[in-house]
């Protein structure tokens, strides 16, 4: 049993006061707040937000705020358990849904922080990436890693959609979040996605290997859907996923946040694993069930909700009839780095 501790106002007012002003705090009535006994205590809420909900609003941004006036028009997705203003969806994770209107152009920079993009409504939008021109289509996941110029264009003709995540919260915390602006880039023809579009085979010209840290910026979701039915037609596995990885390694495609593609099938219900990393969920085809801890999630096509660490999490599809699909992020990269991934089964 773990035993109770002594609390500031059993010590005299002007022990306290003496402390204060000696910029000391006794740690005894706060150490089961920074080490609670068994688990974390987090401050991440099971949060949903409805793409229908969010989507009116951020069309409506288009027309408030020109894109001269936001350089990126991006609704934070916020949890309320950190407080809406820091714009954390979990510890390390930030999401926001961002509109790029036909003709729009977001100027090119580049930041500590690294970033992904997940395709959720349009045609004709790109993003380029060091010179890379990356097409946008639904589902697709865009890399811009650390430090990676990046602008996004618009050549089509209605609105354009996606999802952020970035790991913004973190490198703001370490106080290391920055961003330099850029000019317009020219584009490379040196294309990741069709370089690396055949599994099993890299490029090794003159014998040698690629040496670039980001060698593939654009996984489309055609192929990682196609990736997810071969696993599920060719191998009996509960969990039907697949990991966003870089090709040249095999490790995780960037260096904080792991993604990974999750297909369920028709009415199949599945537990996840309780694990220390928070995690995040964004429906790219279907219908499902979310139940985090003691709420239940109804996720429609293009909903998004998140679950911190140590969270039970038991995803159902409600088709009975289609497979369902979800786009993952979580923070097990980190945890791994720091020595404090957990995964109690
Ligand atoms: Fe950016």
Known sequence: MTRQLGSLEDLPRDYRAALTERNLLPL????????????????TRPTHWSYEGLRPLL???????????????????ANPGHGLDNMQATPAISLGM??????????????SP???????????????????????????????????????????????????????????????????????QTVTPDRGDAIY??????????????????????????????????????????????????????????????????????????KLPLRSPAMVFHVIEGAIEARIDENAFALAEADTCCAPGYASVTLQNRSPRAAAFLFIADEAPLHRKLGIYESRG
């Open 28 to 43: 005894w009535p706060n150490l089961r707040a920074v080490l609670p006994p068994d688990k974390p205590q987090p401050r």
């Open 59 to 77: 069309l409506r941004a288009g027309e408030l705020t020109p894109i001269e006036w936001a350089e990126r028009r991006v609704l934070v997705l």
């Open 98 to 111: 961002q509109l790029l209107l036909p003709g729009e152009w977001a100027p090119s920079h580049r930041h």
């Open 114 to 184: 690294n970033a992904v993009r997940v395709i959720v409504e349009g045609e004709g939008a790109y993003t380029t990436v060091n010179g890379e021109k990356c097409v946008m289509h639904r589902g697709d996941l865009i890399l811009t890693p650390t430090w990676q110029w990046h602008e996004h264009g618009h050549e089509g003709d209605k609105p354009v959609v996606w999802l952020d995540v970035l790991d913004l919260p973190l490198v703001h915390y370490l106080e290391a979040s920055y961003h330099v602006d850029g000019s317009r």
């Open 197 to 270: 579009a055949r599994g099993g085979v890299v490029p090794a010209s003159a014998f040698e290997r690629a040496d670039k840290p980001y060698p593939m910026l654009r996984y489309p979701w055609q192929e990682a859907r196609a990736a997810l039915c071969a696993l599920a037609d060719n191998h009996d596995l509960a969990t039907v996923q697949v990991a966003y990885v870089n090709p040249e390694t095999g490790r995780d495609a960037q260096n904080i946040l792991g993604y990974y593609a999750q297909m369920l099938r028709p009415a199949q219900t599945l």
